[in-house]
């Protein structure tokens, strides 16, 4: 199928999702989201809302700190979402998933979850895009680690998500 689809009264629109936990979002992450609202012409940043897991920031938080970080860019919107991701997708009639990749450990996984989206619905195609190399090693469990022992993160963070961690782990000198 051919990933430009139409949506509501924008026919042609091609509508990408990036999709991540984000808790909390990086300056890896908003590389990533500046670069792929260039290529498409709406970027859906969606929160996954991760049962399983045990986040720093509840979905709200991690939603409102992308919609600050992201307030420049007016094709980017900011969701979140609990479902299969394949699911999320038709509800929001896209085709195209955006998916980061850090270094060469990334793509098997990545590769798995494509490969399984691609099952699940052979309309959807990921889309992957490198990492700058000055944030290939950065991760969101890095950040919070640095954060939890008040090192700074003032190079790998937003201000606001820099503030949010201070909030978290105590007004330390991050």
Not at 89 to 104: E, F, S, T
Not at 123 to 128: G, K, L, Q, V
Not at 138 to 151: D, P, Q, T
Request: glycine fraction near 6%; proline fraction near 6%.
């Amino acid at each position: 199928m051919n990933p430009i689809i139409e949506i509501g009264d924008h026919p042609g629109m091609r509508v990408a999702v990036y999709p991540g936990s984000f808790d909390p979002v990086t300056n890896g992450h908003l590389d990533i989201i500046h670069r792929a609202a260039k290529v498409f012409d709406k970027l859906i940043v969606a929160v996954l809302n991760n049962t399983s897991k045990n986040p720093l920031f509840s979905v709200e938080e991690r939603t409102e700190l992308l919609k600050q970080v992201t307030r420049d860019l007016p094709n980017v919107e900011i969701d979140s979402f609990r479902d299969l991701l394949i699911n999320y997708m038709k509800q929001k009639n896209a085709h195209l998933i955006v998916r980061g990749l850090r270094a060469v450990s990334d793509f098997e996984y990545e590769l798995q979850l494509a490969s399984t989206n691609r099952k699940l619905c052979e309309d959807i195609e990921t889309f992957f895009m490198t990492s700058t190399p000055k944030y290939s090693y950065l991760s969101s469990s890095i950040v919070k680690e640095i954060a939890r022992f008040h090192g700074p993160v003032v190079d790998l963070v937003p201000p606001e998500v820099e503030q949010a961690l201070r909030g978290k782990y105590g007004s330390g000198s991050l």
